[in-house]
């Protein structure tokens, strides 16, 4: 009788281990099937055709282009107009639900040419490009464009080019420029303004690339208050570092401050594309 009830049990055992593997089976292929609806990855350069013909735009209706330039910025990398928003849109492009655009890594920075490494293209030449490359993505099928621009020097050429292709294509465009848009988190996290390849740049690149900043390299007489209205201006630039206040904005180097400041600017940023997009869609706006 003892020996029956242990076969019993061990044939219940059996019974219930295989119960447990079906619907872990069963759990594991529905995850499987539901990774394959999704675009895996989400940038633009690592789809087949066939994938971006998938999820856009039935799926996808948004898509992130970010430009920046190739340019000094004191201690850290000539590229880092380039590096930060293209980061930026990989940490929030899941949040946005976008695709991801290869980044055009070279803007219009004629008054920084002179220092080394830094190329700079001719407004000429650079505006009718954006042009193109905005109608290719609007006839591609994607209703909602986002420029997140890591330069200031390239903000005239890209809103007039936003103006011919939004109203040409019927299509919805927003242009960021993050470090404008995150100022009261800069002021949060540093207690003052930043500048160019100052505190806040240098955090949000040291986050993420810790090994390419130089802080031996550093001393303060790098940095220049920039101009004040129209009170000077000059060519090339003086500095490879410009502060947007005087006694503000210089890099501190602090790596809790660093990923703080990269948190915070990621959410403002993703937070304000979802805001925009909403109030295109209440307005009804080129659907």
């Not at 499987?32 to 989400?42: C, G, L, M, N, V």
Request: glycine content about 6%; aromatic content about 10%.
């Amino acid at each position: 009788m003892a020996l029956g009830r242990k076969t019993m049990n061990s044939k219940t055992t059996r019974f219930l281990i295989s119960i447990l593997f079906l619907w872990l089976w069963i759990i594991l292929h529905a995850l499987f099937i539901s990774a394959e609806k999704q675009p895996s990855p989400r940038e633009m350069n690592m789809m087949t055709w066939k994938q971006f013909q998938e999820c856009v735009p039935g799926q996808i209706e948004t898509v992130l282009l970010p430009v920046g330039s190739l340019e000094p910025h004191g201690v850290i990398p000539n590229g880092t107009d380039n590096l930060a928003p293209q980061v930026m849109s990989q940490q929030i492009a899941q949040a946005v639900n976008a695709l991801i655009a290869p980044t055009l890594n070279y803007g219009v920075t004629p008054r920084m040419k002179a220092y080394a490494g830094a190329v700079s293209v001719n407004p000429e030449s650079y505006q009718p490009f954006v042009e193109d490359i905005l109608i290719g993505l609007a006839e591609q099928g994607f209703k909602n464009i986002i420029v997140l621009n890591g330069h200031g020097g390239n903000t005239k050429f890209l809103h007039q080019a936003v103006l011919k292709v939004s109203s040409r294509c019927k299509v919805r465009i927003l242009v960021v420029n993050w470090w404008s848009l995150a100022s009261d988190e800069t002021q949060e996290v540093f207690g003052e303004s930043g500048g160019h390849a100052g505190n806040n740049e240098t955090a949000y690149i040291q986050a993420v690339f810790p090994e390419h900043i130089h802080p031996e390299q550093y001393h303060d007489d790098m940095a220049t208050v920039n101009a004040r209205g129209d009170s000077w201006y000059a060519v090339p630039v003086p500095s490879s570092i410009g502060l947007y206040e005087k006694g503000q904005g210089c890099p501190t180097f602090d790596k809790k401050q660093a990923q703080e400041y990269f948190q915070k600017v990621n959410h403002k940023v993703a937070s304000f594309i979802k805001e925009m997009i909403n109030k295109w869609d209440m307005a009804d706006l080129y659907r």
